[in-house]
């Protein structure tokens, strides 16, 4: 999804919740981090966002701009309404939300390694392309990485995202 592609996805989004603050916690807070935000974030088609203080219209926002939707057929990308809690992310993550503001509505954006840990603990495919594209552009920074993996409370998750990341860095490096 570009930026101005977002941007629509968001001012649709404000109009069908009356609402103007939202989490965008996938890969489209990319667009908050960067300048120019890698192919694996243009190429997606969808932006996972959640209205901050109207929640009860996400069922709403998933009728109006889903997958299935008028607004995604006529524009080829969609609104995936998820919650923060989908994502496993590290502790204190909504202190360091990033706001990407579209005139009066704000996307509070996670913040780029708060994005990558989370993709590290979702472990799809598309997500950890997506952490190797990020890390290949020098878009973060490995140690704050290792750290914000290092504050997870379970072991597992901790395990499984270092070794996401160990491999990550190993076929970059090869």
Avoid at 53 to 82: C, I, K, M, Q, W
Avoid at 100 to 105: L, M, Q, S
Avoid at 107 to 119: N, R, Y
Wanted: hydrophobic share 40%; net charge positive; aromatic share 6%.
């Amino acid at each position: 999804m570009k930026r101005h592609e977002l941007e629509r996805a968001l001012r649709a989004a404000a109009r069908v919740a009356r609402e103007s603050e939202f989490f965008l916690i996938g890969s489209q807070a990319a667009h908050a981090c960067c300048r120019r935000p890698p192919a694996e974030v243009l190429l997606s088609q969808e932006c996972d966002l959640y209205p901050k203080n109207r929640p009860e219209t996400a069922t709403l926002l998933d009728a109006r701009l889903g997958r299935g939707s008028r607004f995604a057929r006529e524009h080829g990308f969609y609104v995936d309404v998820v919650t923060p809690d989908i994502a496993n992310l590290a502790p204190s993550w909504e202190k360091r939300l990033i706001p990407f503001r579209v005139g009066a509505i704000t996307a509070l954006c996670l913040e780029i390694h708060d994005l990558i840990v989370s993709k590290l603990a979702a472990g799809r495919l598309k997500d950890l392309e997506f952490v190797g594209a990020l890390l290949r552009l020098e878009l973060a920074d490995r140690v704050t990485i290792r750290r914000r993996i290092g504050t997870f409370l379970r072991a597992r998750d901790r395990n499984q995202c270092r070794s996401r990341l160990k491999s990550i860095l190993q076929e970059l490096s090869g």
